[in-house]
């Protein structure tokens, strides 16, 4: 195409197409339910906490999109192909999908239990499979869609305070994304994945709140590791997702986007 005849402003354009998004009641799920449907797509809000979910729906239908609310535990494969069954009925199919649900857990590693690990792995990793997997049921037909993975700066590197189920959920999720952007990349599927550093989402203060942690000291750590200086808001997610979702992102698939201040540049 001529670079000429081509509008640009109509690359983060998404009227018609709709996502689901898991883990959508808080947090990064609700900003980019919100942020997307700014630019015109319908949601589906996924989250453990239903009532959650309904509160972001009726955010995305109060900017006149359509949205649904759905409740789903993404440990439970049952209760994924109800969710990506629920999506394609309500609202007609699956153009995006977006996996945000996801758990921490801050155990030294002397001390996790099987069940421990298990339930970080079944939430973060297993889970983020079959959403794809569901998804791709949808998508594989129409040849087209997209996947955004939330990995994590703990997908990359090694971090303190207990997080090695984390890390390697997060690990998994980074190598998981590849594996599926190439294996499905012939069916106009891309796959990428978002590394944050710390943001200030409803599960980071719940961090905070932890009682073998001092707040005032987990900041400083944080920042001390970010060159921006700070930690993020979740509202600052919208712009990399919206990248990843739309066709301004056409030719990126595969990649682990680091959206971190820089904690990754050193
Ligand atoms: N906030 C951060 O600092 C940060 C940093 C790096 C990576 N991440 C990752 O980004 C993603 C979103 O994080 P957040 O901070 O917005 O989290 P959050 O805890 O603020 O929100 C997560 C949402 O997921 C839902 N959820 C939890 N378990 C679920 C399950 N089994 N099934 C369905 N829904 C479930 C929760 O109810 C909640 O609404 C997560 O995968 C997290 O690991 C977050």
Redesign the pocket.
């Known amino acids: 195409m001529d670079t000429a005849g081509v509008n640009f402003k109509e690359l983060f354009n998404l009227s018609g197409r709709v996502a689901l998004i ?2 959508a ?5 609700e900003a980019i339910a919100l942020g997307l449907a700014q630019y015109g797509c319908d949601v589906a809000a ?4 239903f009532e ?1 979910a309904q509160r972001t729906a009726a955010m995305v239908a109060a900017q006149g999109r359509r949205s649904t609310a759905i409740r ?4 439970k494969p049952e209760e994924i192909a109800a969710m990506a069954d629920a999506t394609v009925r309500e609202l007609g199919t699956i153009d995006i999908l977006v996996n ?5 857990q801050h155990t030294p590693a002397l001390e996790v239990s099987v069940e421990g690990w298990d339930k970080v792995l079944d ?2 990793l297993r ?1 983020t499979f079959l959403c794809c997997a569901a998804a791709g049921r949808v998508m594989v037909p129409k040849r087209k869609g997209v996947i955004i993975n ?5 997908g990359v590197v090694g971090m303190g305070r207990g997080n090695n189920a984390y890390c390697a959920s ?1 690990g998994g999720v980074n190598s998981l994304t590849k594996q599926l952007a190439v294996e499905w990349a012939s069916y106009g599927i891309r796959v990428n994945s978002i590394a ?4 200030r ?4 203060l ?1 961090v905070m709140a932890d009682k073998q942690f001092d707040p005032e000291k987990l900041i400083q750590t944080w920042t001390s590791g970010i060159p921006l200086g700070r930690v993020g808001e ?1 509202h600052e997610m919208v712009g990399p997702a919206l990248f990843l979702a739309s066709d301004a992102s056409a030719m990126v698939t595969g990649i682990v986007m680091p959206v971190d201040g820089g904690f990754l540049a050193h």
């Open positions: 898991t883990g009641g808080a947090g990064f799920g996924a989250d453990l906490n959650a789903v535990d993404v440990s945000s649900a996801g758990i921490s939430v973060n889970g939330f990995s994590s700066i703990a997060k944050p550093c710390q943001f989402t409803p599960g980071l719940e979740p």
